[in-house]
């Protein structure tokens, strides 16, 4: 009979090796699927994992690696912190959207001015939507003691009926023949998030590694890093040695809410270029999963924020060079993570064949 | 070296080494915003790239990426398709246009059509089809059929092709029943089929007994279906396999003739950039099979097609004023295409709302 002991300590040789290990599953697994829908395996995965970056059209595909791994990383990074001290913000995909639209309406407040301040400005104004979004939830758990799971969630949907009311309404552009949407802050210069744009390189980018260097200082070299750690491992000992709860609340849902702001604002001030009905594509809740995959280490976060930001492109290019379903690659996506957190199982375990004993 | 010029220049090497290749072989794009398979309005694109591969054989190859979201993916999506070496690139909803408009900046060796939008460059042509006026079939049907006078609408976006067919019907319902009303509910989505079935039900628990939709899947459909005495339309295919009931008539979207012309023009060489608005007359717009209904409602509605087509009747003609009662069109005069591409208002009679 097969048992599962628990180890003493989790194993870091295995805590290293499960990514590699999901990886090589989900190619195996993934090839099989793509065989199965009568695709050559192995010309799709190297579509996947290969041509992003070595490929032909790589000089094209690399810089698109950073646009889209920079707000992953960076909503999870914050995300990260709540998350090592059981603090469960579920509801990044929301302060995204408000950072965005607080961000957006500074700077169309201004248009056309082209002053220098209008960008910081609009930085500002991103952190501080998404940060006011997040201080809901963290201050009625404060105060009602109410869950920040639910709370968080919910306010997720709020914020996409805002986005939608300000892309008819406030924000619409007055040259948009009555169409639905923002001016393009891409065609106003003072308001661009872009550093350089055919380098992949936005503020968003920078800001990304900033929060990962921030972040992994912060947790090891900083007392308020020990405290987050320290209530997420063991919550009473954390409680003796003086860590107020509340206050730890507050930070770490108002961070992880500035962050997805900021997030929001490079986003919209850059790659998307507008507010629009459908600004939001989910990146507030793949940056859960990021998040997890990077195991809460700013570095874990920054490499896992990379290997997803691959399957996204590569799996678009496998999409319209082999003519793959679009399920197919979500499936695909979905093995990796399945794979990932399965395998994640032999960290803390090991798997021991046990003799049956007669009774 | 900048993208834009490296991005031109592997264009060019592109242009020159498919060049060669497209003496026989011509590559062409498409971008969904569906799935192929949702039975409506990216089916029936997807017929259209089905029947440009029929007509040209080996002579062209197409390619396609659906699900693709209106936003910052769009662009990569349609960039990546140029790189690759595509001639003519069809993205076919209008949350494609600024990435659109942006990609074709960056190679204006390719040729570019976006549906329903309108920007337009030297390398970018603009393509819808008069879905109202299927509208005003499709209205005349649900005035004359409603027993309870409420007519559910779900639409997708609040944009003024949505408007536009909301107050076509809504118009051409009311000539045949001034009881008539309207209820709208915006799914803020083009394919979804829970939000369309929720939208559904909602609008039948408020007493409508026709649904009309404006939205890509068949849930408004086997929603009206399981509610039993209430019908519905097609939206943009047939979905023939709701017949005869609830479905009794559709908004079929034949975009067939357009690809096949658009893509002899490229290979020919004499491509231009234009800006195409075809309706029933055009056979842009079918009226789809009429089954389940009273003969003279059948009657009715395809005297009101063939008027349409024959240009006898034009889907806005006044005396129509707007919601807040200002004067649009006077007695006999017909609206001009630009107010109604850019229709952001209800015509008077309209109880809801336009959301802002």
New interface residues.
Partial sequence: MIVLEKRPQPSRNWSLATPVLAVLATMIFGGLLFAALGKNPVEAIRTIFWDPLFGEFAFYYRPQLLVKGAPLVLIAIGLSLGFKAGIWNIGAEGQYIMGAITGAAVGLAFYPLDAWYVFPLMVLGGALGGWVWAMIPAILKVRFGTNEILVSLMLVYVAEQMLASMSLGLLRNPEGHGFPGSRNLNDYAAANSWIHQNAGLHWGVAAALIAVIFAYVLLNRHMLGFHIRLTGEAPRAARFAGVNPARLILFCLGISGALAGLAGLFEVAGPAGQITIDFNIGYGFTAIIVAFLGRLHPVGILLAGGLMALTYIGGEIAQSQLGLPAAAIQVFQGMLLFFLLALDLLTNFRIRLHKKEAA | M???A??TN?AMVLGLATGVAAQDKTKV?FIYVG?VGDGGYTYQHDQGRLAVEEHFGDKVET?????V?????A???I???A??GADLIFTTS??FM?PTV?TAKKFPNVKFEHATG?KRADNLATYSARFYEGRTVMGTIAGMMTKTNKIGYIGA????EVVRGINAAYIAAKKVNPDVEFNIIWA?TWFDPAKEADAAKALLEQGADVLMQHTDSTAPSAAAEKAGNVITFGQASDMAEYKPTPRVSSIIDDWSPYYIERVQQVIDGTWKSTDTWGGIDSGMVAIGEITGLPEEVKKAAEAIRDQIASGELNSFTGPLNRQDGTPWLAEGETADDETL????FYVEGIKAEM??
């Avoid at chain 2, 390619?63 to 699900?67: A, K, L, M, R």
């Avoid at chain 2, 591409?341 to 952001?344: I, V």
């Fill in positions: 900048k993208l834009t490296l991005l592997a794009g799935p390619v396609y990426q659906e699900s979201p209106e936003g910052a993916d662009e990569r999506a960039t990546q398709m790189l690759n209008f949350g600024d942006s309108f976006y609040p944009i003024p803020y591409l850019g229709m952001n959301p802002n």
